[in-house]
């Protein structure tokens, strides 16, 4: 069996969590891991992922099925920068998604009763559980993008039978944005 370990957001745990590499806890003779630093240091725009591959033969296959196109000098430097320089970044980013987390978390726990969503270990998405509002996934999606006017991703999205009830909302915001998208919710959700 092959594994393919998207750790994308590795570098994204909460305070007081560790995060542990596949590689490290792994034989790596079939295990594909993906890095980047495309949602750490918010350089999506790179378009670039970093491809783990310790096996020869795995990675050759992979070379001859994949689009290999070498990283510009510009995504190169970045990357170096990023990882050489970013740290401060880092540290500042992971208090503010540690802050934002737990304000969303108290924010629906007071507006939203009904609402479950836990405190992730690691990355900016969280899962909002909507079950107990005893809506069809259709409700749900029109009360809150089209009343509420607030674009969330459907849990269906992500696993057709065990996403109904689900919506997945990214934190990396400013409050302000995060208060006004979960008051919005709130009124359509609670009428």
């Known amino acids: 069996m092959i594994i393919f370990a998207d750790e994308i957001h590795g570098d994204l745990t909460r305070r007081g969590?560790?995060?542990?590499?596949?590689?490290?806890?792994?034989?790596?003779?079939?295990?594909?891991?993906?890095?980047?630093?495309?949602?750490?240091?918010?350089?999506?725009?790179?378009?670039?992922?970093?491809?783990?591959?310790?096996?020869?033969?795995?990675?050759?296959?992979?070379?001859?099925?994949?689009?290999?196109i070498l990283p510009s000098?510009?995504?190169?430097?970045?990357t170096i920068a990023a990882?050489?320089?970013?740290?401060?970044?880092?540290?500042?980013?992971?208090?503010?998604?540690?802050?934002?987390?737990?304000?969303v978390i108290e924010s629906l726990r007071e507006k939203m009763p009904k609402a479950k969503c836990r405190r992730p270990e690691g990355t900016y998405i969280l899962w909002i559980d909507l079950r107990d509002y005893e809506m069809t996934p259709e409700e749900i999606h029109h009360r809150i993008y089209d009343e509420a006017g607030v674009i969330l991703e459907g849990g269906e999205m992500f696993c057709e039978n065990l996403g109904k009830g689900f919506e997945r909302i990214c934190v990396p915001s400013p409050r302000s944005v995060l208060k006004e998208a979960i008051d919005r919710m709130a009124a359509a959700m609670n009428r």
């Open 83 to 103: 990882y050489d320089e970013g740290e401060e970044w880092l540290e500042q980013l992971i208090d503010y998604l540690d802050g934002n987390i737990d304000f």
């Open 17 to 68: 969590q560790e995060f542990h590499p596949i590689l490290t806890l792994a034989d790596p003779e079939n295990i594909i891991a993906a890095t980047a630093v495309n949602k750490t240091f918010n350089l999506a725009g790179l378009h670039a992922t970093n491809l783990v591959i310790q096996n020869p033969e795995l990675r050759k296959r992979i070379e001859l099925s994949l689009p290999f």
């Open 73 to 78: 000098p510009f995504t190169i430097a970045a």
